[in-house]
């Protein structure tokens, strides 16, 4: 079903409102006075602030994981045996790339997804969980055959710390682009830019296990306790 000018409107401007001031800190009041709406319309359409951050999501991941689904497809009927990593991973890029949305502004996803894991929002971790857990445990299930020396906590770990490293390098994409352009006379597309990304993200899970209970930091002593003053903000 094609959404309404009304509901695209309330959308995009959730969207956006979202993506610069967090879901805590933006009222419905000003996503309405910002899509040209009343308040009346969001009750209607959506009927709960949740909700409506739920719809931003599904707009997006709708059809990033139709498509990731389809490539999945595409990688299992073409490789003889379990997937491969380096083609798995670029079965994901593919599909992050290529995802469909009416305002095609990946970054602003990018910011929204790191918002999502970084406050506190548990309805959408659930419905999230609902809608695309199929496809999310098929995913993990090829990266656990690609990976099978790790440890399902370590490969956790590993897969979300590559994920960080996507959503703060694409939603920062202008910055870095300024940055390579200003400092280093590189002009760099996205595309170039997730072709420098994935040698790192393969690193990341190829990397030999380290037995975490004996590594150590400098300078740091596990036995110390650390104490936070109130006043200051500053740890001892």
Known sequence: ????????????????????HGFSETSLRRITGR??????????????????????????LDPFSADLNARLDALETHEAGPADLEGLLDT???SVLEMPSESH??????????????QTQRHLRDELGKRYGNIFSRFLKLLRQATPE?????????LHFMLGSVIF????????????????????????????????????????????GSASVPGYHSDVD???????GTHS
């Not at 909700?51 to 599904?58: D, E, H, T």
């Not at 650390?226 to 200051?232: E, G, L, S």
Request: hydrophobic share 50%.
């Open 105 to 118: 502004d990946l970054r602003t996803f990018m910011k929204l997804l790191g918002l999502a894991y970084s």
């Open 169 to 212: 390098t694409l939603s920062g994409l202008n910055t870095l682009r300024d940055i390579a352009e200003h400092d280093y006379h590189q002009r760099i597309t996205i595309r170039e830019l997730a072709q420098r990304l994935k040698p790192v993200a393969l690193h990341a899970l190829r990397a030999p296990v380290t037995d975490i």
């Open 35 to 60: 899509a040209e709406v009343n308040l009346a319309a969001v009750n209607y359409h959506f009927g709960s602030k949740q909700a409506l951050i739920q719809a931003v999501f599904f707009r997006y």
């Open 226 to 232: 650390v104490t936070h003053h109130a006043r200051t």
């Open 1 to 20: 079903m094609v959404p309404s000018d009304t509901v695209t409107r309330i959308l995009d401007a959730a969207e956006v409102l979202f993506a610069e």
């Open 92 to 94: 994901l890029f593919a």
């Open 150 to 158: 790790l440890a399902d906590d370590e490969r956790f770990w590993r």
